[in-house]
């Protein structure tokens, strides 16, 4: 089971449920279907049973790497034959642990499934099989903005049947939608193997500013249109002594124009007194520098300490508040609060860090912070998904209704529950 966290103490709330084992006879069988691509071998499994983060471990003993639908489709039919519990796995960098074994579930795994498929003009975009690294890889082949936009996937149900609904039609209101059912069920509800994208053209102008603030709120209101992130900056020797900084990034098709209108913006932050220092870059290797500081976040709170994550909606004005409300609470217990995220979408990354794991910690933190985020009417889970670990908060943000609801489609696209178990609903009592 899980180990390293609160998971291996507290345990999972039930053990495992009585699926198969893999035997002999079934490693024969998917040999035959992904021949050469049926992996046993602990030390490659190690990195496929461990989540990005090191905090969720499951003990798999199988990992399988198909290339096509086909032979997912084939895979899945045989598991469900034969009640073998199956955790697809795209680039295993989830942050909630659900892309990782809870027990010895069958990884299946999308990272050879990596090929472009087709590739239509401007207006429609790729259809790209799962494995593509999207939007990287994808990206690579198409030359666009990371901004775009899933059309429709092509999946396989948990009995192997294929359900092919690619199109690249931009309107399509032909019944229900499935394809936003597909959307958030991590891998519980069916096998996703290609999805049609569609692309803006790549910009020809992208700048960069990052920029030191006093102040949270009034920045918030001022550049909230704007893809931002706030950035943690309080301990940081790098970075300067500003409380908080901010990364916004515009892009366009006319270069000179985009430039003019991001420095009337800064000229105005800056004559505010609101922004007290930064930087603009519009050459392609300081813009990725800029955008390291923010996206290497995650790996310097892992180097902290223990680790306690939160993913929340908020309404933009109280999107702070928490941070500064948990110090207070945690006091010394807590080595840093952090709050950073999406300022522009109402999306708080909240980060507590203590030097090893505290039950004491975690019950000031929760379900407190699950609670005064049920008061705004927010959500436990902006972006991350609920995986393994917040499988249990679900009910924060949604009536029972909708929870009995969405067991009901489980139920139906899934019933012996083999898919991905262990994860996203609650366990049923
Ligand atoms: C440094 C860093 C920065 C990040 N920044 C952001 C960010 O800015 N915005 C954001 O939204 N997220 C961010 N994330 C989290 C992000 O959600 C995940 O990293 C990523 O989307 C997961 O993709 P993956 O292929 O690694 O999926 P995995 O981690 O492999 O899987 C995630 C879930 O999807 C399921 N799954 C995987 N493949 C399939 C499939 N083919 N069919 C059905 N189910 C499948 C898995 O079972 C699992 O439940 C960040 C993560 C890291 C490490």
Redesign the pocket.
């Known amino acids: 089971g899980p180990s390293g966290g609160p998971f291996s103490r507290h345990g999972i709330g039930r053990g495992r449920l009585p699926f198969s084992v893999v035997s002999g006879e079934d490693l024969a069988a998917f040999e035959r279907i992904v021949p050469g691509r049926v992996i046993t071998d602990p030390e490659v499994l190690e990195a496929s049973n461990v989540d ?1 983060l090191r905090m969720v471990r499951g003990s798999s003993v199988l990992l399988l790497r198909p290339r096509t639908t086909e032979e997912v489709s084939h895979i899945l039919r045989h598991c469900h034959e034969r009640n073998l519990a199956v ?9 909630v642990g ?2 990782v074994p809870v027990f010895d579930e069958v990884i299946l795994s ?1 990272a050879l499934m990596n090929q472009v498929i087709s590739f239509h003009d401007m207006s429609d975009g790729p259809v790209c099989p ?1 494995g593509c690294g999207a939007p990287s890889e994808a990206q690579a082949s198409v030359q666009t903005l990371p901004a775009q936009r899933p059309q429709w996937p092509q999946w396989v149900l948990a009995d192997g049947m294929v359900l092919n609904c690619l199109s690249t039609l931009r309107k399509d209101n032909t019944g229900y939608d499935l394809k936003q059912l597909f959307i958030g069920s ?2 519980t509800l069916g ?3 290609a999805v049609s994208i569609l692309c803006p053209p790549k910009p020809r102008a992208v700048s960069v500013a990052f920029l030191g603030s006093l102040c949270w709120k009034m920045l918030g209101e001022i550049v909230s249109f704007l893809v931002c992130s706030l950035l943690w900056g309080n301990q940081s020797r790098l970075w300067g002594q500003s409380p908080f900084y901010v990364l916004i990034e515009t892009s366009g098709s006319r270069a000179g124009h985009d430039a003019e209108k991001l420095n009337d913006f800064l000229e105005q932050v800056l004559s505010s007194g609101l922004v007290t220092d930064g930087t603009v870059a519009t050459d392609h290797l300081k813009v990725k520098a800029l955008w390291a500081l923010r ?1 290497r976040i ?1 790996e310097a709170l892992s180097r902290d300490g223990y680790v306690y994550k939160y993913d929340l909606s908020l309404p933009t004005e109280r999107l702070y508040d928490l941070v500064t409300d948990l110090r207070v609470r945690l006091g010394p217990r807590a080595k840093h609060v952090v709050g950073y995220g999406h300022l522009g979408d109402g999306n708080l990354h909240l980060n507590v860090t203590s030097e090893a794991f505290s039950p004491s910690v975690l019950g000031t933190l929760e379900p407190y912070v699950y609670e005064w985020t049920a008061e705004q009417r927010g959500s436990v889970s902006a ?3 609920l ?1 393994f670990k917040k499988r249990g908060v679900l009910g924060y943000s949604k009536p029972p209704e909708a929870l009995r609801l969405m067991q009901q489609l489980k139920a139906l696209l899934d019933p012996k529950g083999i898919l ?1 178990p262990y ?1 996203t609903l609650p366990a049923q009592a």
């Open positions: 990005w955790n697809p796995q795209g680039g295993n960098t989830g942050m659900g892309s999308t799962c991590e891998g096998v996703i193997t996206e995650s972006e991350h998904g995986g991905n994860k």
